[in-house]
């Protein structure tokens, strides 16, 4: 908790950041990942968006707000940004070329919150794989420090939508103890962090919603501030 706690004591300075930025660069965004093969990349439109406004009003971080960024991973600015967003229902495919740049943005320091929005999971545990073959996703256990970063999540990842009706699980892709990749399955955060008309969910839905993202949001700031 001293790391969250120092977390929001930098309030507008570094930990708010773009890596590589310069104090005065733009708020803290988080851009939403174009990719082909088929799969509505575009779903959820008001979900990052209404995250990034929980993550200001309850840690006072500040961060971009205002409509969606959407990012291609062949984007030359892709490398300012820390923390990507992928989410969709159905076919992800990557070319060579984006499992490399992928990969390199990964290890060196970047960040990927893969939501499945129901029908992503065979894709994108192949395209995964494609990506780090030497690497193996694995559960977070309920007691990782992902799940009580800021708010307590006793039981791991929140169920939001029905699915299958399967149990949520988080999985993670791990680098000498980092991080790189979290993939959210049988919960679809995206959609408990949209406008409330969108998908009818009442507060005792969105509310751990909500709270799982900004747990993951600060999750991922720590593992660059010492």
Wanted: with cysteine.
């Amino acid at each position: 908790m001293r790391r969250v706690a120092r977390l929001l004591a930098l309030g507008a300075t570094c930990a708010a950041l773009p890596v590589g930025a310069q104090e005065g660069a733009p708020p803290f965004t988080i851009p939403q990942l174009q990719y082909d093969g088929g799969g509505d990349w575009y779903a959820n439109p008001s979900a990052v968006p209404n995250l990034l406004a929980a993550i200001h009003d309850r840690t006072g971080i500040p961060v971009a707000l205002g409509p969606r960024v959407d990012i291609r991973l062949t984007d030359p600015c892709l490398r300012d940004f820390p923390y990507v967003y992928l989410t969709g229902h159905g076919n992800i495919s990557l070319s060579d070329r984006e499992v490399l740049i992928l990969r390199e943005y990964l290890l060196e320091g970047g960040f990927l919150h893969a939501d499945d929005n129901y029908g992503l999971d065979e894709s994108f545990r192949r395209e995964m794989e494609r990506v780090f073959p030497d690497k193996e996703m694995v559960e977070l256990p309920p007691d990782h420090a992902l799940y009580n970063m800021f708010y307590d999540l006793p039981e791991g990842i929140p169920k939001i939508h029905e699915h299958d009706g399967k149990a949520p699980q988080g999985f993670g892709i791990f680098d000498r103890g980092r991080l790189l990749v979290f993939y959210s399955y049988e919960s679809d955060l995206g959609d408990g962090w949209e406008n409330p008309d969108v998908h009818k969910d009442p507060p005792e839905i969105r509310e751990p919603a909500l709270r799982m993202g900004v747990n993951l949001f600060l999750y991922v700031l720590s593992q660059q501030v010492p």
